[in-house]
């Protein structure tokens, strides 16, 4: 069976995703996944209001999920570098496969509805940015023994690669806020970013990442990581 996989569109902002996005998002998440589970074992339409309007209530509900506890780990990771220590393979892959299920099903919610409620696209994006910054930062920070599952890797998440960096996760870590950028990066005369070709694909080695991204304002080391 073919997945549908994770992806982003090319005019979407690469920005760092904000906390309060990420609250956003994950409220939505939780509404919407409780009304499909309620509308198919009983018929009823869940409680939960799926508008967020920033009450206690809301910020409640996301802060006793486990939907929050997981994708606040990676958000911390991925943008801030923090908590790597407690990163593992098994648990990882198995983290990135459970989230791939809650934001594949957003999806369907978004291309059936158009939008969760009045949200912008940096909250409907959230989920998929902080996943895909995450394993592009565990793979230059080389936390993984065994590394990234890379046929999950390839079918549900199709702009990374399992053992290099695509433009794409590049743009993430470096802080870019469009792709284009590392494109100017790659063609500049004089110290230029090295990418290679694989198909249609433009790939950066994890080496050459290092070399280049600690020199970025925008970017966050991991504590504790060295990149030289």
Known sequence: MKHTGIVI??????????KGDLIQYTY???????????MTLNG?????CQDWVGEDE?????????????????????????NHKRLYDG????????????????????LHNGTFSHE????????AKTV?????????????????DDIAVSSLFPMADFRQLTTFEYALLAGYSHIGAVRNEIGKKNNSLV????????????????????????FIPTPGISYK
Not at 91 to 110: E, P, Q, R
């Open 58 to 82: 809301q910020y409640e509900i996301v802060y006793k999920s486990g939907l929050w506890q997981d994708i606040n780990t990676l958000w911390e990771y991925a943008e801030n570098g923090l």
């Open 120 to 127: 912008g696209k940096e909250v409907r994006e959230a989920g």
């Open 44 to 48: 009823h339409s869940s409680d939960i």
């Open 9 to 18: 569109s090319k005019d979407s902002s690469l920005s760092p995703v904000k």
């Open 91 to 110: 648990y990882c892959n198995d983290l990135l496969s459970d989230l791939y299920k809650v934001i594949a099903t957003c999806n369907g919610i978004l």
């Open 195 to 218: 990418a290679t070709k694989s198909g249609g694909t433009l790939l950066i080695s994890l080496n050459e990442a290092k070399r280049t991204l600690i020199n970025k304002r925008k």
């Open 28 to 38: 939505y998440a939780i509404a919407y996944i409780d009304n499909l589970n309620k």
């Open 132 to 148: 895909y910054k995450f394993m592009a930062r565990l793979k230059i920070d080389g936390l993984l023994e065994n590394g990234l």
